[in-house]
């Protein structure tokens, strides 16, 4: 399988436009060592030609017009776009999903839950209902993805919920102290090439590491996970804002408890971080915590990188 990373970026990407913050500052000054990135999405292809989209960024036309495999081939309206796996219903996640008007076949893929959210917000009408097929994902199950046609595109996905929050804009205050999250609001992707040759994870927000997912991990070729921030107050602490990484349902990088440290054993041959906040130090590439992950095995994604599994 192919894979190319669209956007690296968390939520706002990077840097984000209200964020004064020096990471961000550093960014728009052109560094080389501070490189822009947009909103978190891969593309994976079975067969190069046919590509399927985890998650749908905001920055998703930017992403399609800096991506030459992605643009159309024959014809006067054509997309090698045939499919979208959604991983959450953020707004970093299917915002993109508005870029994808204009009468284009392709099939959506979610939870039941967050097609649910979907259906019940209409400005996603603007994809065709006529051509843009919408199938459920059910949880621990291989699907084949295929495209609206029902053609397989010779990518599988078994979807797995992991620790996590319901979006931003649909928390509920009034459900309790997870603001009435249910499992099928965050899941993780295993990604299965039908040829049974190989897969990946793709999960890039997680809140917590437990021992089944860290047992699910373990000796995989390649996982892309949540590199949202560095420390869990980083937000509080630098003066950006109030939440904590626990609060917005992401676990961190660094620290005891940390996704360094979860994943240190297990054995996985390539790690990726992911969905990387415009204020976590590792995306400035001379900086020592960049340093610390990439000497802990961890590489740090950028837009445009390319992956071969
Ligand atoms: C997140 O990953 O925490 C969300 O994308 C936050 C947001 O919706 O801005
Ligand atoms: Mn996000």
Redesign the pocket.
């Known amino acids: 399988m192919q894979v190319r990373v669209l956007g690296a970026a968390?939520?706002?990407g990077y840097p984000q436009w209200n964020c004064n913050h020096p990471n961000s500052r550093r960014a728009r000054t052109g560094d080389p060592a501070a490189r822009p990135r947009t909103?978190?999405s891969v593309a994976v292809s079975a067969d190069g030609e046919r590509w399927i989209l985890f998650n749908a960024s905001p920055d998703l036309r930017q992403q399609i017009n800096d991506n030459d495999v992605l643009h159309p081939r024959t014809g006067l309206r054509d997309s090698p776009i045939k499919a979208v796996a959604l991983t959450?219903a953020?707004?970093?996640?299917v915002a993109g999903l508005l870029n994808l008007r204009e009468s284009q076949a392709f099939a959506l893929y979610g939870t039941g839950r967050v097609l649910e959210v979907l259906a019940a917000n209409s400005i996603f009408n603007v994809l065709n209902p006529e051509l843009v097929v919408r199938r459920a994902l059910q949880l621990e199950t291989v699907v084949a993805l295929c495209d609206a046609a029902g053609r397989t595109l010779g990518v599988s996905v078994r979807a797995f919920a992991v620790p996590g929050?319901v979006?931003?804009?649909l928390e509920d205050a009034r459900k309790g102290p997870n603001f009435g999250s249910v499992a099928e609001d965050t899941i993780a992707l295993e990604v299965l090439d039908d040829a049974g040759a190989t897969r990946f994870f793709y999960i890039?927000?997680c809140a917590q590491m437990p021992a089944d997912l860290q047992a699910r991990l373990r000796g995989a070729p390649l996982v892309f996970f949540?590199g949202?921030l560095w420390v869990d107050d980083e937000m509080i602490r630098d003066g950006v804002g109030v939440k904590t990484g626990k609060r917005?349902?992401?676990m961190s990088v660094s620290g005891a408890d940390g996704t360094i440290a979860a994943l240190a054993d297990l054995d996985i041959a390539r790690k990726v971080f992911i969905?990387i906040?415009t204020t976590n130090p590792i995306l400035i590439e001379d900086s020592p915590e960049r340093v610390a992950a990439e000497a802990s095995g961890w590489q740090v994604a950028y837009d445009g990188m390319m992956l071969e599994v």
Request: no cysteine; charged share 15%; aromatic share 4%.
């Open positions: 968390a939520g706002g909103q978190s959450n953020d707004v970093d996640h929050k979006a931003l804009w890039p927000g949540d949202t917005m349902g992401h969905h906040n």
